[in-house]
């Protein structure tokens, strides 16, 4: 494994551009931070509170958290497992995540980077390599990195759980650190949505819940073509079936027919098939659909921007048909009826 520290250099045949004039002047409302900006818990689009600028324009940010924001952060989204934030800066950027700041018992996340303009260079795993708009590249969270942005640049950083698209930080490695074209199959697909919250970001706050949703299938599939690139073998098949599953289940979460058996069948497996990849993650898919309606309906709840949706319609768009079957289940995951657990949150 590369150890990657505050002095490892960026190797000598990076192919960077010299810095440019700056591309666009930022707003007067935006600031450049060093410490990291607290995300909301609300799951609320919210603009992050400006800090002290880095020296220059630029400098190094020591990331010590496994999901801790970009300096430069001007808007942020949280939907479930998917962060979506606006990142910008003024002269040459540096993260770096040591060794020593990775704590090997947090669960980690893979991040997805989608330069708007200029250059991102990241180096992982032994690689490196630098990208450019439409291209796309990730790096993950468990294992030391860093990043350099050498110009000014506007970009789109995504993170996503593990849990999200069903692998581990061990299995990524495959992912990291390599460059994405964003002009074929479901990376133009991604990069596009990307794009146009880059250049729509306060624009579309009202539907940024089924935003963060498309972003979040087409993330974990994304991830499953991948893979599928990367490698053949028996265990990759199953990742990568996995991944497809959990994408296919995520888009159909509202419909109330959506079961194991349907979901079987819609990709051609026996139902013991299906019920053996999912233990191997340690779960039924029956629950595993389960705790997705249920953590969807959560982050609908903790949004504002959708209190004037009934609780009962909340559930129904999981899936979740009755009211009280709904107020049950929720009740019996997170220890609150979904009622008092928007109350509670208007509360704090």
């Known amino acids: 494994m590369q150890r990657l520290d505050e002095r490892t250099p960026m190797p000598t045949t990076m192919p960077l551009p010299a810095p440019k004039p700056q591309l666009m002047p930022a707003p007067a409302h935006t600031a450049v931070r060093a410490a990291a900006p607290a995300v909301a818990a609300s799951g609320a689009v919210s603009a992050v509170a400006p800090g002290g600028p880095l020296p220059g324009g630029g400098g190094v940010q020591i990331v010590r958290e496994h999901e801790e924001p970009f300096a430069g952060t001007t808007l942020t989204h949280q939907f479930g497992g998917v962060r979506l934030s606006l990142v910008r800066g003024d002269g040459s950027r540096e993260l770096i995540r040591p060794a020593r700041r990775i704590d090997p018992l947090t669960a980690g996340c893979l991040r997805v980077v989608r330069p708007l303009s200029g250059a991102v260079w990241v180096a992982q795993d032994g690689r490196h390599t630098s990208v450019r708009a439409p291209q796309l590249v990730c790096f993950d969270s468990t294992r030391p990195y860093k990043v350099v942005m050498p110009e000014n640049f506007r970009l789109v950083d995504v993170t996503v759980s593990h849990h999200l698209v069903g692998l581990t930080g061990g299995e990524a490695q495959r992912l990291t650190a390599r460059p994405w074209s964003g002009t074929e ?9 990307l794009e146009g919250l880059g250049r729509h970001g306060r624009e579309v706050q009202t539907a940024v819940d089924l935003l963060g949703g498309s972003v979040a299938g087409l993330t974990a599939a994304l991830f499953s073509e991948r893979m599928r690139e990367v490698a053949e073998d028996a265990q990759i098949a199953r990742q990568t079936l996995m991944l497809r599953i959990q994408a296919h289940v995520r888009e159909q979460l509202a419909e109330p027919e959506l079961s194991p058996v349907t979901i079987a069948r819609r990709h051609n497996i026996s139902l013991r098939y ?15 659909i389960r705790d997705e309606r249920l953590a969807r309906c959560r982050s609908e709840l903790a949004d504002p921007g959708l209190d004037h949706l009934p609780v009962a319609l909340i559930g129904e768009r999981a899936g979740l048909y009755g009211a009280s079957h709904f107020s049950r289940l929720f009740r019996d995951r997170y220890g609150l009826t979904p009622r008092d657990y928007r109350k509670e949150r208007g509360s704090s």
């Open 185 to 193: 199959g479901l990376a133009a697909l991604l990069t596009s949505l």
């Open 274 to 288: 299906l019920q053996k990849i999912f233990q191997e993650y340690g779960i039924s898919p029956a629950r595993w």
